[in-house]
């Protein structure tokens, strides 16, 4: 019996022995075989197929992951965005970006904050968006964080909150949105034509954000637009200020102006006036101000300005209508942010059948938002907008227009009706106006530009028909002629007038005899002016018209689709030499 007692005690000291390293071998084993299973996690990762568009899991190397993202160009799944590798990426992540002073925006350590359980209102990621965009302004770049509660917002945890939130604003959610892992994009790129895009294409922007944000789960390099690729940091400028928009007026604004990352980063802050630059648009009260400029030139010339100046910038005459237009639509539904300039060319051939007569409010901004859309889309204005009284000319809604700024800024208000006058009954204008005596020699036919032959008086009034003023005329030969020859280089004049038409190409000499003689042949005095002129590519001899409306001389330079009626762009108007001024070119 006791040595049964014995025999027992002693199996039970032995069992007490082995059971601590029988327990640690099993731990042990398990951790390996969850660090096993973590690594073939990490390398099985999701690698989307460009070329057949599909997602496939596989074990990729870096190498085959770069390939795959190389094939996007190739692929027939056209994103709107760039897409970004895939790699494996841990769970915790830290920013090596330091601190930003800046007492508003951010404030904290460089460690990202947990998460995972964060939930924000619209209200506070409307308020968080008006002090990114005002670090923005003053600082001229992003901040790396916002300050939301107790929790860091990286940028682009902060463009899925935007975008998400100013979805469920659109939609009448009023439910909180979670804060979600977001990484920042790795090739960011721009191309974006400074200009203006609509409520329902910001939104449908930051649906496509969202998309690609929940499938990628990072901000995407950029965004296609209307008006070209909006980068990275451009989407998160504007959408904080539409939002910030929201936050002080409790609507979503129709309208949010777009210009380039760069020109957001290298601009200067306020002038010494006070007011902001024209980088980044203009006021309502810089708008109404050139307005009453503009309106008081036509009622003592009788005719348009060639530019206005708002702010130190000569803005043309198809600009300043885009600017009434939008600035019209701003004043109706109180939207008090910049409006950016945006290009715009003169109709190719103007019209007007107009009674006079009165629109109400509704009817002149429904005009205006017409005619805007028009613009927006076809990046000139049209030959005639039609209304209640008839089809209104641009000539007329400038000055129309510039009527009713006139009235807001004395009033702070929209005038509740506004008269409308026919361009003809304003100015006195008609097809024949009177040619001075000094004139004449610019006039006739000269070598080159054959202005009394029949084919080219025939294309002259082909060309005008419809034009109720020689302003009118003139932009009308001048869009045709730029429209219709494109520039081939050589010396001199060697096609003449005829030989252009026939040819349709020609060098700067030839299209100006193009331009001189239809000119001409429709009554309008022209002439030709040479200089030394600076293109992007060098100093060049070059050779351009002048034409002769209302007493004024305007410049025509038609080899260059940048140009206008009386504007240049594709040379160096500040720095060029005279050469000659002819009635008749001499070589």
């Known amino acids: 019996m006791k040595r049964h007692l014995l025999l027992t005690m002693l199996l039970l000291v032995v069992v007490t022995l082995f059971i601590p390293n029988i327990y640690a071998t099993t731990t042990n084993q398990q951790n390996t075989d969850i660090l096993n299973n973590t690594t073939t996690y990490s390398e099985n990762i999701s690698v989307y197929s460009y070329k057949t568009g599909y997602k496939e899991n596989t074990i990729a190397s870096d190498h085959q992951r770069t390939e795959a993202i190389n094939d996007t160009e190739n692929s027939p799944i056209k994103n709107p965005y760039t897409l970004i590798s895939t790699s494996p990426r841990s769970s915790t992540q830290t920013l090596?970006?330091?601190?930003?002073?800046?007492?508003?925006?951010a404030a904290g350590d460089e460690t990202l904050s947990n998460v995972q359980n964060n939930w924000f209102t619209t209200e506070k990621i409307t308020e968080a968006a008006g002090r990114v965009k005002s670090y923005i302004e003053i600082n001229h770049k992003l901040p790396t964080y916002v300050t939301m509660g107790n929790v860091q917002v990286t940028m682009p945890q902060f463009l899925q909150l935007m975008t998400k939130g100013l979805i469920q604003i659109k939609d009448g959610n009023s439910s909180s949105t979670s804060l979600?892992?977001?990484?920042?994009?790795?090739?960011?790129?721009e191309n974006l034509k400074t200009?203006?895009?609509?409520?329902?294409e910001y939104m449908d922007l930051a649906v496509r954000i969202q998309s690609y944000i929940n499938s990628y789960g990072k901000a995407p390099n950029f965004a296609s637009s209307s008006l070209g690729k909006v980068g990275y940091q451009s989407l998160i400028y504007m959408y904080s200020r539409i939002l910030s928009y929201y936050d002080n007026n409790n609507v979503l604004p129709q309208t949010a102006s777009l210009k380039s990352w760069e020109s957001v980063a290298n601009q200067t802050d306020q002038n010494a006036s006070g007011n902001e630059t024209n980088e980044d648009g203009f006021t309502i009260v810089q708008i109404s101000t050139a307005a009453n400029t503009v309106k008081t030139f036509i009622e003592q010339n009788k005719r348009l300005p060639n530019f206005v100046q708002i702010n130190g910038k000569q803005i043309t005459m198809p600009e300043f209508l885009e600017l009434l237009n939008t600035g019209?639509?701003?004043i109706d539904d109180k939207d008090s942010s910049l409006i950016a300039l945006k290009s715009a060319s003169v109709p190719t051939n103007p019209s007007e059948s107009l009674q006079s007569g009165s629109m109400n409010k509704a009817e002149y901004i429904d005009l205006a938002s017409r005619v805007q859309s028009y613009m927006d889309s076809v990046g000139k204005i049209p030959n005639y907008a039609s209304s209640t009284l008839g089809k209104i000319r641009y000539e007329t809604l400038i000055y129309t227009y510039s009527k009713i700024y006139t009235f807001y800024n004395t009033n702070n208000r929209l005038p509740n009706t506004v008269t409308f006058t026919s361009w003809a009954s304003l100015t006195g204008g008609s097809s024949s106006d009177?040619?001075?005596?000094?004139?004449?020699?610019?006039?006739?036919?000269?070598?080159?530009?054959e202005s009394t032959n029949p084919t080219i008086i025939s294309l002259a009034d082909s060309i005008t028909a419809g034009c109720t003023t020689t302003y009118s005329k003139a932009v009308a030969i001048f869009n045709w002629v730029s429209d219709n020859i494109t520039y081939s280089y050589y010396y001199n004049s060697k096609k003449g007038a005829l030989g252009t038409l026939s040819a349709r190409t020609a060098n700067c000499c030839d299209t100006t005899n193009l331009l001189v003689a239809l000119t001409r042949?429709?009554?309008?005095?022209?002439?030709?002016?040479?200089g030394e002129c600076i293109f992007s590519d060098g100093v060049f001899g070059h050779v351009w018209a002048q034409v002769y409306v209302n007493g004024n001389w305007y410049r025509a330079d038609a080899i260059s689709d940048r140009n206008s009626f009386g504007v240049i762009n594709n040379w160096d108007t500040s720095n060029w030499t005279l050469v000659g001024i002819y009635a008749e070119l001499p070589f």
């Open 521 to 530: 042949a429709a009554g309008i005095p022209a002439r030709y002016e040479h």
């Open 195 to 200: 200009g203006t895009i609509s409520k329902s």
């Open 434 to 449: 009177t040619v001075p005596d000094s004139m004449q020699i610019y006039l006739e036919e000269t070598n080159h530009a």
């Open 180 to 189: 979600r892992t977001v990484n920042t994009p790795t090739n960011t790129s």
């Open 96 to 105: 090596n970006t330091g601190n930003i002073q800046y007492a508003i925006a």
């Open 328 to 330: 019209l639509i701003h």
